[in-house]
């Protein structure tokens, strides 16, 4: 087990600066349209976040507040929010993610309408990576037996 | 200004080539590890410059921000990670 | 303000020097730290200052001030992340019994040191 | 108490950061932020009432922060003079001393550990009950420890008094 450090300084680092690394995640997320990131980036930074907590309160306490049943289903939320975007366009008679044609069931008109799908896949895309990536990091670093490691 | 900018940024790149010098032939781990983080804290001001030049700054500025939360875990990790069979 | 500028960054590029400078000539990894941790930081805060004051130069509107107000954020958390780093490799090595290189072979004394060690 | 007070702290680096003022993008950021919050208030702060102590420790900090840049300046310029000089290895010292402190709180213990390695000349190595290792360039800057910075850092947050 990953255990919790024991060095006063490292810890009350990571506990101020955690918060403001998660708002920079989502951050990046949302304004994906205007300035460099998007999605993906913004999954990375926000796993990057637990990443650190994993450092300062050790493995214990960051399942207890990420649990692996809440990672599994955000990993599949992603990808169902992702998909159900794309199909809810097919379904309205368009091409797979043809966001304009959302505009008949959102209250929008068409380019507003493509701007709510391409921020909803965004939010889909980042909750997958987030929680895709934290489990990625978490069984690396103990063998794939959540016990013992680095 | 821009030529002073650009040069500025010349001049920090050669200073990162410079700390690379301990990132290669660093006598122990932890030489290697402040190495690259030498370097990243000069790549950190070249990203802002860039943006200067370029006249995006708003741009540069979270690609610049995100590169210094990576370069603090990190350094974090490398740190914990070649410590053998210790808590951080 | 763009003289301002000029001054703070040619300083902090300065400290930056001086750091890269000590960083490859230091003889033990301790020393080494003292120089890339520290200057370095000083160096990125001043340099991050002046440019924070360049980028209100061109006329002060909202949001070229939210932008140097953005590049002062990365100055402050580096300010507070940079010494952690610093602690936790400093550490991390001292842990690993990599030995501070000394002139008298004492790595480790009390401070402040007795009464009879001084004489 | 804790929730908005963090709600808040986090909605102005969100302003921050964001620079667009729509409606949309401002309820993405209540969205957002009241995440983050509801996932990460009890990091941001451990205690949980607050009294009106807590923002004199908050001016007294940053009265501090500007006396520490000016130490860390003067300090750097020590530094600067020795990594230069051509006779660099007859001006070092290099040891690790260690030294009792008086301090309690974890913050201010953080705080001194910071200044220690913010301040070119000397670095916390490890803090281990009460004891501070503390490695150091050279006898001049070693001397200057633990000195006016602990005092300091203690007049902060009030170690005598319990606040």
């Given amino acids: 087990m990953i255990q919790r450090t024991e060095n006063i300084i490292i810890r009350t680092i990571c506990r101020i600066l955690i918060p403001a690394i998660q708002l920079?995640?989502?951050?990046?997320?949302?304004?994906?349209?205007?300035?460099?990131?998007?999605?993906?980036?913004?999954?990375?930074?926000?796993?990057?976040?637990?990443?650190?907590?994993?450092?300062?309160?050790?493995?214990?306490?960051?399942?207890?507040?990420?649990?692996?049943?809440?990672?599994?289903?955000?990993?599949?939320?992603?990808?169902?929010?992702?998909?159900?975007?794309?199909?809810?366009?097919?379904?309205?008679?368009?091409?797979?993610?043809?966001?304009?044609?959302?505009?008949?069931?959102?209250?929008?008109?068409?380019?507003?309408?493509?701007?709510?799908?391409?921020?909803?896949?965004?939010?889909?895309?980042?909750?997958?990576?987030?929680?895709?990536?934290?489990?990625?990091?978490?069984?690396?670093?103990?063998?794939?037996?959540?016990?013992?490691?680095? | 200004m821009d030529n002073f900018l650009l040069g500025v940024s010349i001049f920090l790149s050669v200073l990162a080539i410079l700390s690379l010098y301990r990132a290669i032939f660093g006598p122990t781990d932890m030489d290697r590890i402040i190495g690259v983080g030498a370097v990243g804290t000069k790549t950190l001001v070249i990203l802002i410059l860039m943006g200067f030049i370029y006249k995006r700054v708003d741009m540069f500025i979270d690609i610049a921000l995100l590169y210094a939360i990576i370069n603090f875990i990190g350094g974090l990790l490398f740190a914990r990670f070649f410590m053998r069979k210790g808590v951080l | 303000m763009a003289p301002v500028a000029v001054v703070l960054i040619s300083i902090g590029v300065f400290f930056m020097f001086s750091g890269t400078i000590g960083f490859l000539r230091f003889p033990d990894f301790f020393t080494r730290m003292h120089s890339t941790g520290k200057s370095d930081t000083l160096g990125i805060v001043l340099t991050l200052?002046?440019?924070?004051?360049?980028?209100?130069?061109?006329?002060?509107?909202?949001?070229?001030?939210?932008?140097?107000?953005?590049?002062?954020?990365?100055?402050i958390f580096w300010f507070a992340g940079s010494p952690t780093v610093t602690h936790?490799?400093?550490?991390?090595?001292?842990?690993?019994?990599?030995?501070?290189?000394?002139?008298?072979?004492?790595?480790?004394?009390?401070?402040?040191p007795d009464k009879e060690e001084t004489k | 108490?804790?929730?908005?007070?963090?709600?808040?702290?986090?909605?102005?680096?969100?302003?921050?950061?964001?620079?667009?003022?729509?409606?949309?993008?401002?309820?993405?950021?209540?969205?957002?932020c009241g995440i983050v919050t509801y996932t990460s208030h009890s990091l941001l702060f451990e205690r949980k009432e607050f009294r009106a102590v807590h923002i004199k420790e908050v001016t007294r900090f940053i009265k501090y922060f500007f006396w520490l840049f000016y130490q860390i300046v003067l300090a750097n310029i020590h530094v600067m003079r020795i990594s230069l000089s051509p006779r660099m290895l007859d001006l070092i010292d290099p040891r690790i001393i260690k030294f009792k402190t008086k301090l309690k709180k974890d913050i201010s213990l953080v705080t001194f550990a910071n200044s220690i390695i913010l301040t070119p000349g000397t670095i916390t190595v490890i803090i281990e009950e009460g004891y501070y290792y503390v490695h150091a360039l050279d006898r001049k800057v070693a001397e200057d420890l633990p000195g006016e910075m602990e005092d300091r850092v203690g007049h902060i947050f009030m170690e005598d008094r319990h606040g």
């Fill in chain 1, 24 to 150: 920079f995640g989502l951050y990046v997320i949302a304004h994906g349209h205007g300035s460099p990131g998007g999605g993906f980036q913004g999954g990375c930074i926000l796993a990057a976040s637990f990443i650190l907590m994993v450092i300062a309160l050790g493995l214990e306490e960051t399942k207890r507040r990420f649990t692996e049943k809440l990672n599994n289903i955000f990993s599949s939320l992603g990808v169902f929010v992702y998909a159900w975007t794309g199909w809810m366009c097919l379904l309205l008679g368009a091409n797979f993610l043809d966001y304009s044609v959302l505009s008949a069931i959102l209250p929008a008109d068409p380019i507003k309408a493509r701007y709510l799908g391409m921020f909803s896949i965004e939010v889909g895309v980042g909750i997958t990576v987030m929680a895709v990536m934290v489990s990625l990091f978490i069984d690396l670093v103990t063998g794939g037996k959540h016990g013992e490691g680095l």
């Fill in chain 4, 1 to 32: 108490m804790r929730y908005v007070l963090t709600f808040i702290i986090l909605f102005a680096h969100w302003i921050i950061w964001s620079g667009i003022f729509d409606a949309y993008h401002l309820s993405l950021g209540v969205i957002s």
């Fill in chain 3, 49 to 75: 200052t002046g440019l924070a004051l360049y980028n209100l130069d061109h006329g002060l509107t909202l949001a070229s001030f939210l932008v140097s107000l953005k590049i002062m954020f990365i100055a």
């Fill in chain 3, 88 to 112: 936790a490799i400093t550490r991390a090595a001292f842990k690993s019994k990599i030995e501070p290189w000394t002139k008298d072979g004492r790595s480790v004394i009390d401070w402040p």
